[in-house]
């Protein structure tokens, strides 16, 4: 077993929506991702799985390849004819790439499942999630900025991120930056460390900037580098704004915004397969110049 000091936070998938590659793109990132010799590897969608102990794991959002990432990481095998080291899932918000891998997790196989309200919500307007057995499946509905404890050894508390609601909840003129439960941000408290993780941002209000600032560890919102990226890439109009993702550079981008919070190691997952951070280009240099690290599948990072 693990040293019981140590915080562990495994990156299970780095991407956004989609992966990289994603099954319907033909962007310059996805042929190389695609291509064995494109230097490239592919990504799954975002997940981060954590624990203290390296016995009880719980998992920051199931995504749609929870399957793969979980082969892909021995600490998450059984290690009995029936078992998971999976003692909690955490879900962030209603997106399918994060809820989807909670039908995947439909084995009869105990955990427990915390959501706010609203993401609750969703979960029970749905009756294809109720292949959760509830007599397996705890479901607890955790409120905004009360601790709670996530799993062994590590304490808990969401709070609101600017955000949007889920594409399939959207109307026709979604507001972007909305507060409330439906995205939230994690906090996790264990051995003296403070960890972050904030997989979408509409923006970085001054009560985001004040919650984060002095932390030990930030994973947080890359999805565009560019706010008019998938313009650029010929792949879609929507700007990453419009999607409630603040971009990485630019006026109000999270390189400048996060400056001078005193922050360990911030470190951008959910990245979107059009972002050329993914290449070692000009964005990516910027992006490390300036002291950010850019995750990737399987990255792992010890706190003691």
């Known amino acids: 077993m693990e040293d019981n ?30 291509n064995p010799n494109g230097g490239l590897r592919p990504q799954t969608q975002s997940s981060l799985a954590v624990t203290a102990n390296g016995h009880d794991w719980a998992l920051l959002n199931a995504s749609p390849d929870i399957r793969s990432q979980i082969e892909a990481n021995p600490v998450l095998h059984p290690r ?30 105990p955990f427990r499942l915390f959501t706010t309200p ?34 062994n050894g590590i304490e808990a508390t969401l709070f609101a991120v600017p955000g949007k609601l889920p594409l399939f909840m959207e109307g026709e003129n979604p507001e972007t930056a909305l ?13 003296g460390k403070r960890i972050y993780y904030i997989p ?18 930030l994973f947080f919102d890359g999805t565009v580098f560019h706010d008019d990226e998938m313009a650029r890439a010929g792949t879609g109009l929507k700007t990453g704004r419009r999607m409630g993702h603040m971009p990485m550079s630019g006026e109000g981008g999270s390189i400048d915004a996060l400056k001078g919070l005193a922050i360990g190691r911030t470190i951008y997952v959910h ?4 972002n050329p951070v993914w290449q070692q280009g000009p964005e990516r240099r910027a992006a490390e110049q300036a002291g950010y690290e850019i995750g990737y599948d399987g990255m792992e990072v ?3």
């Open 80 to 109: 009995a004819l029936r078992d998971t080291p999976i003692a909690s899932v955490l879900v962030t918000n209603g997106d399918i790439d994060h809820i989807a891998g909670l039908l995947i997790l439909r084995e009869k196989q």
């Open 200 to 217: 979408g941002c509409g923006r970085l209000t001054d009560r985001l900037t004040d919650r984060i600032r002095g932390a030990d560890l």
């Open 271 to 274: 990245i979107n397969n059009t």
């Open 118 to 151: 609203a993401i609750g919500d969703i979960l029970a307007a749905n009756p294809v999630f109720e292949v959760l057995d509830s007599n397996c499946v705890e479901r607890i509905t955790v409120a905004l900025d009360q601790p709670f404890t996530l799993v």
């Open 5 to 34: 000091n140590a915080i562990r936070a495994l990156v299970l998938g780095a991407a956004a929506g989609g992966g990289l590659p994603q099954w319907n793109c033909g962007c310059a990132n996805c042929r190389l991702a695609r």
């Open 302 to 304: 010890h706190l003691t």
């Open 179 to 191: 507060e409330g439960e439906q995205t939230v941000g994690v906090e996790l408290k264990g051995s």
